[in-house]
């Protein structure tokens, strides 16, 4: 996540989703936005459904107006101004900048364990999403989300909802790899995907997460259709026995 990225379309998805699973506040969230320095692009830039109200508004209003609100100067266009604004409602966050270096990372990831302690479902926003082959530690490694942190904060009984940025791929493959990535390291796991046109987001729920989480995962796939989030369950593969 980028300071930068605040009130654009992408941002509406993304908080629509998290406040529709959110369950009206009886799901407890944290949000690490393993936040990284703007870089002066273009990227953050689609506002232009800001000047359509009538088009994109009803979708969820009070976010909304309060996007609208966060783009209209660009000293506004800070994560404080999302946090301070009650979008997602009891919302804890974690906001320290997420560094490349492996041990400043470890104590990053430590920090945010300790933070989201009590928290039911945990928001994972990284630049780009999961790792691909660039190793932990690496330049550029702030951009992604490791495979080994799902498993440890999915092993401490949370469940994990994960950005992912669509690459140029086949996007059925590249979703079914995935989710297959994982399922492997997420037993039991109920596992959604919500897509949008630039990117789509994982919900992986923990057998003993509040059932109100899956209720509202499922009652999502049906709210809004292709153009805005569409939602689908993939399975949910019981915990394996000995």
């Keep these: 996540m980028k300071h930068q990225y605040v009130g654009d379309i992408n941002d509406y998805r993304k908080y629509a989703l998290i406040r529709a699973l959110s369950a009206g506040g009886a799901i407890r969230i944290g949000v690490c936005w393993m936040l990284t320095p703007d870089d002066g692009g273009v990227d953050g830039g689609k506002l232009a459904y800001l000047q359509q109200p009538a088009r994109h508004r009803h979708l969820d209003p009070e976010l909304f107006d309060i996007l609208d609100h966060a783009a209209s100067t660009p000293e506004r266009r800070r994560l404080a101004t999302i ?30 364990a300790d933070a989201f302690r009590e928290v039911d479902l ?72 919500f897509t949008t046109a630039h990117v789509f987001f994982f919900l992986l729920a923990h057998p003993k997460s509040d059932p109100r989480l899956a209720s509202a995962a499922n009652a999502i796939c049906g709210r809004w259709g292709p153009d805005f989030i569409a939602g689908q369950f993939l399975d949910a593969r019981p915990l394996a026995h000995n």
Aim: one cysteine or more; glycine letters at 6%; proline letters at 5%.
């Design 122 to 193: 945990i928001f994972f926003d990284p630049d780009n999403g999961l790792e691909v082959s660039l190793p932990k530690g690496r330049k550029n490694s702030s951009k992604y989300l490791y495979l080994d942190e799902v498993a440890a904060f999915y092993g401490a009984w949370k469940s994990l909802l994960i950005y992912q940025h669509f690459p140029r791929v086949e996007r059925t493959v590249f979703l079914a790899r995935c989710a297959e990535r994982l399922r492997a390291i997420a037993p039991g796991a109920g596992l959604w995907a």
């Design 83 to 112: 946090e301070d604004s009650g979008a997602i409602s009891g919302a804890l966050y974690h906001n320290d900048q997420l560094p490349d270096d492996l041990a400043e990372r470890r104590v990053f990831m430590s920090r945010c």
